[in-house]
């Protein structure tokens, strides 16, 4: 499956942007938001997780919403919502103001996720789990490389600025 590859290699741009008006770079930046959520890696969401995923990127839809967006996003109504269904639900909050800041407030609202005592940053520790999760298997020498590359100033933390550099930054494997 992956071989440290390109994590966006699988998402077919060109349709998404057709179906949604979204940006390459927010299509990227969805991709993140959605791996952060499937935490099992099924490569669906629940159906049933969609208010609170919704709420943790920073939208407010209200339960009237929820149920016509889930309507119209889940048309087999399998109760999963593959990637194309999550960017073209997202899309449908973010059309109306797709900017940087947007991302940067749904990036915030997943960083605050890891960083649960609200210190402003997140531990290597903390990100060495993270890491190891999204990217298993993972040798701890490779573990440890990207570790060091990125925690560059050494301080055995990522704040916020360096969070969002990593998850807006494409990697070209090694």
């Given at each position: 499956?992956?071989?440290?590859?390109d994590?966006?290699?699988?998402?077919d741009?060109?349709?998404?942007?057709?179906?949604?008006?979204?940006?390459?770079d927010?299509?990227?930046?969805?991709?993140?938001?959605?791996?952060?959520?499937?935490?099992?890696?099924?490569?669906f969401?629940?159906?049933?997780?969609?208010?609170?995923?919704?709420?943790?990127?920073?939208?407010?839809?209200?339960?009237?919403?929820?149920?016509?967006?889930?309507?119209?996003?889940?048309?087999?109504?399998?109760?999963?919502?593959?990637?194309?269904?999550?960017c073209?639900?997202?899309a449908?909050?973010?059309?109306e103001?797709?900017?940087?800041?947007?991302?940067?407030?749904?990036?915030k609202d997943?960083?605050?996720?890891?960083?649960?005592?609200?210190?402003?940053?997140?531990?290597?520790?903390?990100?060495?789990?993270?890491?190891?999760?999204?990217?298993?298997?993972?040798?701890?020498?490779?573990?440890?490389?990207?570790?060091?590359?990125?925690?560059?100033?050494?301080s055995?933390?990522?704040?916020?600025?360096?969070?969002?550099e990593?998850?807006?930054?494409?990697?070209?494997?090694?």
């Amino acid at each position: 499956m992956a071989h440290g590859a390109d994590p966006y290699a699988d998402i077919d741009f060109d349709e998404i942007t057709e179906n949604t008006g979204l940006a390459p770079d927010e299509i990227k930046c969805l991709k993140v938001c959605f791996d952060l959520f499937d935490t099992k890696k099924v490569e669906f969401l629940s159906a049933d997780d969609l208010g609170e995923i919704m709420r943790a990127m920073g939208f407010r839809p209200t339960e009237e919403e929820l149920k016509e967006l889930l309507l119209e996003i889940d048309e087999d109504g399998s109760g999963e919502i593959e990637f194309g269904e999550f960017c073209q639900l997202c899309a449908t909050f973010l059309v109306e103001d797709p900017d940087m800041e947007t991302m940067k407030r749904e990036l915030k609202d997943a960083f605050r996720i890891y960083d649960k005592e609200g210190l402003g940053y997140i531990t290597t520790e903390t990100l060495r789990g993270l890491i190891s999760e999204l990217l298993a298997p993972l040798t701890d020498e490779e573990l440890e490389g990207i570790l060091d590359e990125l925690d560059e100033d050494g301080s055995g933390s990522m704040d916020f600025d360096e969070f969002c550099e990593m998850m807006m930054t494409k990697s070209d494997g090694d």
